[in-house]
């Protein structure tokens, strides 16, 4: 056992133990349902949950989990911590599965658990950025994560806290006949706590930040947890919050890596986009590949970017609606068509799951975004189910991540790869692996006829060799010619 594990198990062992026991034994009479009202709030919708109390401490997590009907493993690195924890479950007449074990060395499979709780833990562990890594990897896809705990010793941090704790400990005292009975050295300095790293960091953002960093999804922080409706016994010192989070599935960590890096290249596609929009560039891409739109058609310009193809169809009457799923990327469109005076639709959304009626448009766009896209045949799936019969999906593309490696690109930054970067074409380890293990990666045109037949379309017109007119020229130095592939939702064929 290392040296700090000791630190914390002596600090709560014997006395320690014995003493917080018995407040667990008052808190499950007094609290329980509170507690597991709260859990229930936010943990997943399921009947039968497979959860883990991690620093289960005297058990009360683990019991009144157990009691509701859950699978619950508790542990905790004090052994004394897990002896009274047994002793408080058969006292209940419940039978909870309890173990010594340490919180960033868990002994259990990958994709175990449902639900994680721990309550009043997290502030004792010494590198709680390697236990949250520990504990997404025993979460399942999906599985959820629920960390109470306090900012123990605020009064030292805090000028402001420190104030309205002592208003409040003073309330207290003035409340009670014996005015030695309680609170007395409140928040002392303790020789413990000033081993604690995550005493003094500001939380929840510390957590908030860090969850984000493992790829979780779905963050939230409530903090304060509780209310002026708070029981007596969590209203001086208590300083809860809640921190929130759930582990994705690898097609959802994938989906959410893919927004952040168009997200993150966001604002270089917008100035592109502006150029393109003032230099009259996205105008002639619309002329030529959809030469025949009419005044008021009904166009879906699927994964927008930053508005190139919108904002011309728009001038030319077309009622458009722009979708695109990364948040950054859908405000530059907006602010881009703002800037030739342009009220853009805009959506937030994934191309695999659209928010329209079936049969909502005439026609469907999509220019160089299907080569990234992490579904192609979901996507089009859902293009023919918002496509009217008879409605085309018109798509340009390109090989747009084909060949790097041959022309060298990643080491000639300094002429290329800066180009490379801004485009949004990677030239790093995580984006680059999701995209080289896309089905559609190698093949992309070949890839979209085949999907497109199974989909309820009909191929209406295929020009490989496309340059298109709304790219740059020094980009054509390193990328291919595309392509454009129009497809017919049929009339009589089925999705």
């Known amino acids: 056992m290392k040296s700090d594990e000791q630190r914390t198990v002596a600090a709560w062992s014997g006395e320690s133990a014995e003493s917080y026991s018995e ?10 349902d509170m507690w597991l009202d709260m859990i229930h709030k936010h943990a997943p ?20 989990l157990t009691m509701d009907g859950n699978d619950v493993s508790g542990i905790d690195i004090t052994p004394d911590m897990v002896k009274e924890a047994k002793r408080n479950a058969e006292g209940v007449g419940v039978d909870v599965d309890f173990h010594i074990m340490d919180a960033d060395s868990l002994e259990f499979e990958d994709d175990t658990f449902d639900l994680i709780v721990n309550r009043v833990v997290t502030w004792t562990i010494p590198d709680l950025f390697e236990c949250y890594k ?10 959820r994560l629920l960390v109470f705990d306090s900012n123990f010793q605020i009064r030292f941090f805090d000028e402001k806290k420190e104030r309205e704790i002592r208003r409040k400990v003073r309330a207290k ?16 300095r303790d020789e413990y706590w000033e081993t604690r790293p995550m005493i003094g960091t500001p939380r929840p953002q510390w ?3 860090m969850l984000v960093k493992l790829r979780f999804k779905d963050i939230c922080t409530v903090d304060p947890l509780f209310d002026e409706n708070t029981p007596d016994r969590y209203d001086v010192f208590s300083n809860l919050f809640l921190i929130k989070a759930s582990k994705p599935s690898v097609s959802e960590e994938r989906r959410m890596l893919l927004e952040e890096h168009w997200g993150g290249n966001s604002a270089c596609m917008s100035a592109r986009t502006a150029k393109q929009l003032a230099l009259g560039m996205a105008s002639e ?14 166009i879906l310009d699927l994964c927008c970017g930053c508005g190139t193809v919108s904002v011309p169809l728009m001038k030319m009457g077309c009622k458009v609606t722009s979708v695109d799923s990364s948040r950054e990327v859908l405000e530059e469109a907006v602010f881009c068509a703002e800037e030739v005076g342009m009220a853009l639709d805009a959506v937030l959304a994934d191309a695999c799951s659209l928010p329209f009626d079936d049969s909502s ?9 299907m080569w990234c896209m992490h579904d192609i045949g979901a996507a089009m799936k859902e293009v023919a189910r918002v496509l009217r019969k008879g409605g085309r999906f018109v798509i340009t593309d390109g090989t747009w991540f084909d060949g790097f490696e041959e022309k060298n690109i990643y080491n000639r930054r300094t002429e290329l790869g800066g180009v490379r970067l801004n485009l949004g074409l990677g030239g790093y380890p995580l984006f680059d692996g999701i995209i080289t293990s896309l089905p559609q990666y190698g093949d992309l045109h070949g890839h979209i006829l085949k999907t497109a037949e199974g989909c309820g379309f009909t191929v209406s017109k295929d020009v490989t060799g496309f340059k298109d007119p709304a790219v740059f020229e020094k980009i054509w130095e390193f ?17």
């Open 479 to 495: 990328v291919g010619p595309g392509f454009v592939i129009g497809l017919v939702k049929n009339r009589r064929g089925r999705v």
């Open 285 to 298: 891409y619309v002329s030529e590949v959809l030469p025949d739109v009419t005044d008021g058609e009904k």
């Open 361 to 369: 448009f005439d026609t469907v766009v999509c220019r160089n975004s």
């Open 173 to 188: 005292m003035m409340s009670v006949e014996e005015p030695y009975a309680d609170f007395t050295g409140y928040n002392t």
């Open 45 to 64: 919708l399921k009947d039968r949950l497979r959860v883990l109390d991690i620093g289960c401490g005297p058990g009360f997590f683990s019991i009144i």
């Open 207 to 209: 957590d908030r930040n």
């Open 23 to 32: 407040l667990i034994r008052e808190e499950l009479k007094e609290v329980k």
């Open 134 to 143: 520990e504990w997404r990897r025993v979460l399942k896809p999906n599985g």
